[in-house]
Protein backbone atom coordinates (compact mmCIF):
# COMPACT_ATOMS: atom_id res chain seq x y z
CA UNK A 1 0.00 0.00 0.00
CA UNK A 2 1.27 3.19 -0.50
CA UNK A 3 2.44 5.46 2.36
CA UNK A 4 2.50 8.73 0.69
CA UNK A 5 -0.50 10.10 -1.29
CA UNK A 6 0.12 13.47 -3.41
CA UNK A 7 -2.67 15.86 -4.20
CA UNK A 8 -3.43 17.09 -6.95
CA UNK A 9 -2.85 14.23 -9.14
CA UNK A 10 -1.84 16.71 -11.74
CA UNK A 11 -0.90 20.22 -11.82
CA UNK A 12 -0.74 22.73 -14.73
CA UNK A 13 0.60 25.82 -14.37
CA UNK A 14 2.09 28.95 -16.44
CA UNK A 15 5.93 29.63 -16.75
CA UNK A 16 6.67 31.79 -13.78
CA UNK A 17 4.21 30.73 -10.94
CA UNK A 18 4.43 28.87 -7.91
CA UNK A 19 3.36 25.10 -7.67
CA UNK A 20 2.53 23.40 -4.69
CA UNK A 21 2.10 20.19 -3.94
CA UNK A 22 1.06 17.90 -1.27
CA UNK A 23 1.55 14.87 0.31
CA UNK A 24 -0.33 12.92 3.06
CA UNK A 25 1.11 10.21 4.62
CA UNK A 26 0.02 7.21 7.62
CA UNK A 27 2.47 6.15 10.01
CA UNK A 28 5.63 7.79 12.12
CA UNK A 29 8.51 8.60 9.73
CA UNK A 30 12.42 9.23 10.71
CA UNK A 31 12.35 11.78 7.38
CA UNK A 32 10.17 12.33 4.06
CA UNK A 33 11.57 12.71 0.63
CA UNK A 34 10.96 14.41 -2.81
CA UNK A 35 11.66 13.10 -5.39
CA UNK A 36 11.53 14.00 -9.50
CA UNK A 37 11.21 11.81 -12.07
CA UNK A 38 11.38 12.78 -15.76
CA UNK A 39 9.20 11.06 -17.85
CA UNK A 40 9.87 7.53 -17.60
CA UNK A 41 13.12 7.84 -16.42
CA UNK A 42 14.69 7.29 -12.88
CA UNK A 43 14.42 9.47 -9.90
CA UNK A 44 16.68 12.22 -8.68
CA UNK A 45 16.32 13.20 -5.07
CA UNK A 46 15.56 16.81 -4.45
CA UNK A 47 15.11 17.42 -0.63
CA UNK A 48 14.93 15.82 2.72
CA UNK A 49 13.30 16.87 5.68
CA UNK A 50 13.42 15.30 9.18
CA UNK A 51 10.92 14.43 11.52
CA UNK A 52 12.35 17.33 13.95
CA UNK A 53 12.26 19.78 11.27
CA UNK A 54 9.04 21.80 9.97
CA UNK A 55 10.54 24.02 7.33
CA UNK A 56 13.37 23.26 4.42
CA UNK A 57 14.78 25.36 1.77
CA UNK A 58 16.87 24.22 -1.38
CA UNK A 59 17.04 27.27 -4.11
CA UNK A 60 13.40 27.54 -5.58
CA UNK A 61 12.18 24.31 -3.41
CA UNK A 62 10.93 24.96 -0.01
CA UNK A 63 9.44 21.86 1.96
CA UNK A 64 7.10 21.68 5.35
CA UNK A 65 6.49 19.43 6.98
CA UNK A 66 3.86 19.02 9.83
CA UNK A 67 4.16 15.45 11.41
CA UNK A 68 1.00 16.45 13.46
CA UNK A 69 -1.54 16.39 10.86
CA UNK A 70 1.21 13.62 9.02
CA UNK A 71 1.90 16.17 5.36
CA UNK A 72 4.06 17.86 4.00
CA UNK A 73 4.39 20.16 1.19
CA UNK A 74 6.52 20.59 -1.70
CA UNK A 75 6.55 24.69 -3.28
CA UNK A 76 8.72 25.23 -6.25
CA UNK A 77 8.79 29.21 -6.96
CA UNK A 78 8.94 30.92 -10.29
CA UNK A 79 8.74 27.27 -12.06
CA UNK A 80 9.83 26.92 -15.70
CA UNK A 81 9.05 24.52 -18.10
CA UNK A 82 12.37 22.54 -17.55
CA UNK A 83 10.13 21.85 -14.12
CA UNK A 84 8.18 19.68 -16.00
CA UNK A 85 8.20 16.39 -14.30
CA UNK A 86 6.45 13.89 -12.01
CA UNK A 87 7.17 14.57 -8.25
CA UNK A 88 6.83 11.85 -5.17
CA UNK A 89 7.06 12.54 -2.00
CA UNK A 90 8.50 8.75 -0.01
CA UNK A 91 8.74 8.19 3.41
CA UNK A 92 11.42 6.45 5.26
CA UNK A 93 10.80 4.61 8.01
CA UNK A 94 12.81 2.61 11.08
CA UNK A 95 13.89 -0.51 8.00
CA UNK A 96 15.56 2.14 5.74
CA UNK A 97 12.82 1.18 2.89
CA UNK A 98 11.37 4.13 0.97
CA UNK A 99 7.43 3.82 0.47
CA UNK A 100 6.02 6.17 -2.15
CA UNK A 101 3.47 8.08 -2.96
CA UNK A 102 1.58 7.50 -6.56
CA UNK A 103 2.93 11.43 -7.07
CA UNK A 104 2.15 14.76 -8.93
CA UNK A 105 2.21 15.25 -12.44
CA UNK A 106 3.17 18.64 -12.94
CA UNK A 107 2.84 20.70 -16.32
CA UNK A 108 4.60 24.09 -16.62
CA UNK A 109 3.49 25.59 -20.34
CA UNK A 110 5.74 28.39 -21.28
CA UNK B 1 31.69 10.13 -9.63
CA UNK B 2 29.42 7.89 -11.44
CA UNK B 3 25.95 7.44 -10.71
CA UNK B 4 24.00 4.28 -10.33
CA UNK B 5 24.12 2.28 -13.48
CA UNK B 6 21.83 -0.26 -14.51
CA UNK B 7 21.52 -2.53 -17.83
CA UNK B 8 20.02 -3.31 -20.04
CA UNK B 9 17.94 -0.20 -20.78
CA UNK B 10 15.68 -1.96 -22.40
CA UNK B 11 14.53 -5.50 -22.20
CA UNK B 12 11.61 -7.54 -24.36
CA UNK B 13 10.54 -10.81 -23.12
CA UNK B 14 7.47 -13.16 -23.96
CA UNK B 15 5.54 -14.70 -21.08
CA UNK B 16 6.97 -17.45 -19.00
CA UNK B 17 10.75 -16.79 -19.65
CA UNK B 18 12.97 -15.49 -17.35
CA UNK B 19 14.39 -11.95 -16.80
CA UNK B 20 17.41 -11.03 -15.10
CA UNK B 21 18.81 -7.01 -14.54
CA UNK B 22 21.45 -5.52 -13.39
CA UNK B 23 22.51 -3.07 -11.04
CA UNK B 24 25.89 -1.54 -9.96
CA UNK B 25 25.95 1.01 -7.31
CA UNK B 26 27.40 4.61 -6.67
CA UNK B 27 31.00 3.55 -5.76
CA UNK B 28 31.23 3.37 -1.17
CA UNK B 29 27.38 2.39 -1.41
CA UNK B 30 26.68 -0.98 -0.06
CA UNK B 31 23.30 -0.98 -0.31
CA UNK B 32 21.07 -2.36 -3.07
CA UNK B 33 16.88 -1.34 -3.43
CA UNK B 34 15.29 -2.10 -6.18
CA UNK B 35 11.31 -1.09 -7.10
CA UNK B 36 9.13 -1.80 -9.88
CA UNK B 37 7.01 1.23 -11.19
CA UNK B 38 3.99 -0.52 -13.13
CA UNK B 39 1.56 1.72 -15.13
CA UNK B 40 -1.17 2.83 -12.71
CA UNK B 41 0.31 1.33 -9.38
CA UNK B 42 3.14 3.82 -8.63
CA UNK B 43 6.39 2.75 -6.89
CA UNK B 44 6.63 -0.49 -5.48
CA UNK B 45 9.14 -1.52 -3.37
CA UNK B 46 10.67 -4.94 -3.97
CA UNK B 47 13.85 -6.00 -2.34
CA UNK B 48 16.68 -4.65 -0.32
CA UNK B 49 20.06 -6.07 -0.28
CA UNK B 50 22.92 -5.04 2.01
CA UNK B 51 26.18 -5.79 2.19
CA UNK B 52 25.50 -9.19 0.35
CA UNK B 53 22.42 -10.31 2.15
CA UNK B 54 18.62 -9.52 1.69
CA UNK B 55 17.12 -7.16 4.27
CA UNK B 56 13.63 -6.39 2.81
CA UNK B 57 11.49 -7.70 1.20
CA UNK B 58 8.22 -6.42 -0.46
CA UNK B 59 5.27 -7.87 -1.49
CA UNK B 60 6.08 -9.95 -4.37
CA UNK B 61 5.49 -13.57 -5.08
CA UNK B 62 9.25 -15.62 -5.18
CA UNK B 63 9.36 -15.79 -8.93
CA UNK B 64 10.64 -12.07 -8.03
CA UNK B 65 14.44 -13.04 -6.76
CA UNK B 66 17.97 -11.14 -6.72
CA UNK B 67 21.38 -11.52 -5.23
CA UNK B 68 23.86 -8.80 -4.37
CA UNK B 69 27.77 -9.49 -5.06
CA UNK B 70 30.53 -9.08 -3.12
CA UNK B 71 31.54 -5.71 -5.10
CA UNK B 72 27.76 -4.72 -4.18
CA UNK B 73 26.38 -4.80 -7.45
CA UNK B 74 22.95 -6.41 -7.72
CA UNK B 75 20.99 -8.59 -10.03
CA UNK B 76 16.88 -9.07 -10.24
CA UNK B 77 15.73 -11.84 -11.22
CA UNK B 78 11.96 -12.32 -12.61
CA UNK B 79 10.97 -15.92 -13.16
CA UNK B 80 7.80 -16.83 -15.13
CA UNK B 81 7.26 -13.65 -16.74
CA UNK B 82 3.83 -13.17 -16.53
CA UNK B 83 2.34 -9.60 -19.05
CA UNK B 84 1.69 -7.64 -15.44
CA UNK B 85 5.52 -7.44 -14.94
CA UNK B 86 5.85 -4.93 -18.02
CA UNK B 87 7.30 -2.27 -15.50
CA UNK B 88 10.09 -0.30 -15.49
CA UNK B 89 12.36 -1.33 -12.52
CA UNK B 90 14.29 0.76 -10.86
CA UNK B 91 17.47 0.39 -8.71
CA UNK B 92 18.50 2.62 -6.29
CA UNK B 93 21.81 2.61 -3.97
CA UNK B 94 22.99 4.56 -0.54
CA UNK B 95 25.38 4.14 1.99
CA UNK B 96 23.92 2.67 5.62
CA UNK B 97 27.08 4.88 7.28
CA UNK B 98 26.17 8.24 6.57
CA UNK B 99 23.65 10.36 8.47
CA UNK B 100 20.92 10.64 5.64
CA UNK B 101 18.47 8.30 4.09
CA UNK B 102 18.62 9.63 0.84
CA UNK B 103 18.74 6.75 -2.21
CA UNK B 104 20.38 7.75 -5.32
CA UNK B 105 18.67 6.04 -8.67
CA UNK B 106 19.82 4.60 -11.51
CA UNK B 107 17.84 5.22 -14.84
CA UNK B 108 16.39 1.98 -14.77
CA UNK B 109 15.38 -0.78 -17.49
CA UNK B 110 12.02 -1.05 -18.81
CA UNK B 111 10.97 -4.69 -19.07
CA UNK B 112 7.94 -5.28 -21.66
CA UNK B 113 6.41 -8.79 -21.72
CA UNK B 114 4.88 -9.64 -24.65
Known amino acids: SQQGEEDPQALSIQEGENATMNCSYKTSINNLQWYRQNSGRGLVHLILIRSNEREKHSGRLRVTLDTSKKSSSLLITASRAADTASYFC??????????FGKGTLLTVNP | EAGVTQSPTHLIKTRGQQATLRCSPI?????VYWYQQALGLGLQFLLW???????NRGNFPPRFSGRQFPNYSSELNVNALELEDSALYLC?????????????FGPGTRLTVL
Open chain 2, 92 to 104: ASTSLWTSTDTQY
Open chain 2, 27 to 31: SGHTS
Open chain 1, 90 to 99: ATVGSNYKLT
Open chain 2, 49 to 55: YDEGEER
